[in-house]
């Protein structure tokens, strides 16, 4: 499905039609997250990265073709780091990142509202990481209690964030 073909969401109605859903495929992140992005409304195949104050994947990931996925950080909901700031938020525009969800912070606030690309974090925090190359790539993740797996779908709004494992048909 192309991005332009998945923006015709909504997350109430994906609500809506899932809301008695109880296999687990279906899933709703709690309204924690704040919108830091210039794009309010994205979609797409989940990319995960599991970090804790260092950005060192963040930053690979970000830095390489996006091709329309939404990259999940798992920053361990650290309130003491920046995972991503301007020239990443940059990067991920450039290189063709529908989205950057991240449990944890962000800073440079201004500017990474002018970037093309949707960004949800908890919180802006100018300190930034320490760079010790530590992480995970492409592994299920936990997210505010839920767990999230490349190549699931995620879809962001205005009113939110679901995750689903299938994609929506066109």
């Known amino acids: 499905m192309t991005q332009a073909a998945s923006l015709s969401f ?5 609500c809506d039609a899932h809301k008695n859903d109880s296999s687990g495929a279906f899933r709703v992140l709690p309204p924690v997250f704040q919108d830091f992005g210039g ?25 390489s073709p996006g091709a329309g996925s939404v990259l999940v950080v798992d920053g361990g909901a650290s309130l003491r780091r920046a995972l991503l700031g301007d020239k990443l938020g940059a990067a991920a525009a450039r290189n063709g990142w ?23 974090a908890l919180a802006a925090m100018p300190l930034p990481t320490e760079k010790r ?26 009113d939110g964030m679901v995750v689903m494992a299938p994609p929506l048909a066109a």
């Open 98 to 120: 529908a989205g950057v969800v991240i449990d944890g912070c962000v800073r440079d606030v201004a500017e990474l509202a002018q970037c093309a690309v949707g960004i949800r």
């Open 10 to 14: 909504a997350t109430c109605d994906l």
């Open 133 to 158: 190359n530590e992480g995970q790539r492409d592994v299920a993740v936990q997210v505010q209690g839920l767990w999230i797996r490349p190549g699931d779908w995620l879809y962001a709004d205005e």
């Open 39 to 63: 794009i309010r409304k994205f979609s797409g195949p989940v990319v995960t990265v599991k970090c804790f104050e260092d950005n060192s994947l963040v930053k690979a990931a970000v830095e």
